[in-house]
Each structure stands twice: as structure tokens, then as C-alpha cells.
């Protein structure tokens, strides 16, 4: 299993960013995907994640703190997920990782606890000046 992480950079207050983490070595299709970040001195957080699909439909949940802001969405064709980030602030400056999960079902294995998930990514750094 292996996720490839990228897009961070630096940006202003107010700008947007999309995250990319591209997967292989797994059936990519069977897993609910997921982004963490995490702080300088602060511990790893949950940020989103998005569940296997149910059809064409996967579900998405996110943090309070990035709701209405963030989107992520998965491509199960290009075996990629994303984390689109708009109105971004200083607060989100981090490491974002992304990480999968075997999911039995799309409304099981849904969880936004980083020690649940098995795979990661290698990490980006997302800094927001103000």
C-alpha cells in the first residue's frame, strides 16, 4: 500500500489549495480515505474523510473547523484523493496526510480516529501566511 501525497505550498490568508494523494498497491475501491493534519507542537487532528462508494455516492464528514471550507472528494478511476481548501486561514497551517482504511461497507469503518487507519501518506506542508 502506498499514498503519495502533494499540492501543499504557500499561500495567503483567503486563497485556496487542492491537496492530491494518489494511491497504489491496494484495491483502492474498498477503502475510506481520509485527511489528518497536524501542527507544529500540536497533536495529529482529523479533517475529512470520505467513505467507499455506495454506488456512484460516497459520503464525506469533516471537521467543525474546516466545514463549509473544505472538500474532499475521491476518483476511484485515478486512484486519487483530493482535499480542496478554500478561505484558507492561518489556523490551517500543517502537515496534511492523507490515509485509507479497509471499509467493509460504505456506511461501516468511517471513523476519524488517525490510529484506525493503516495506510499513510508521506505528509505536505500546507503553511497559510496572514
Known amino acids: 500500500v502506498q499514498l503519495q501525497a502533494s499540492g501543499g505550498g504557500l499561500v495567503q490568508a483567503g486563497d485556496s489549495l487542492r491537496l492530491s494523494c494518489a494511491a497504489s498497491?491496494?484495491?483502492?475501491?474498498?477503502?475510506?480515505l481520509a485527511w489528518f493534519r497536524q501542527a507544529p507542537g500540536k497533536e495529529r487532528e482529523f479533517v475529512a474523510l470520505?467513505?467507499?462508494?455506495?454506488?456512484?455516492?460516497?459520503?464525506?464528514y469533516y471537521a467543525d473547523s474546516v466545514k463549509g471550507r473544505f472538500t474532499i472528494s475521491r476518483d476511484n478511476t485515478e486512484k486519487t484523493v483530493y482535499l480542496q481548501m478554500n478561505s484558507l486561514k492561518s489556523e490551517d497551517t500543517a502537515v496534511y496526510y492523507c490515509?485509507?482504511?479497509?471499509?467493509?461497507?460504505?456506511?461501516?469503518?468511517?471513523?476519524?480516529?488517525?490510529?484506525?487507519?493503516?495506510?499513510w501518506g508521506q505528509g505536505t506542508l500546507v503553511t497559510v501566511s496572514s
Open positions: 490515509a485509507a482504511r479497509y471499509s467493509r461497507h460504505y456506511d461501516a469503518d468511517n471513523t476519524e480516529v488517525a490510529s484506525e487507519y493503516s495506510s
Open positions: 498497491g491496494f484495491n483502492f475501491n474498498n477503502y475510506a
Open positions: 470520505i467513505s467507499r462508494r455506495r454506488g456512484t455516492t460516497s459520503y464525506a
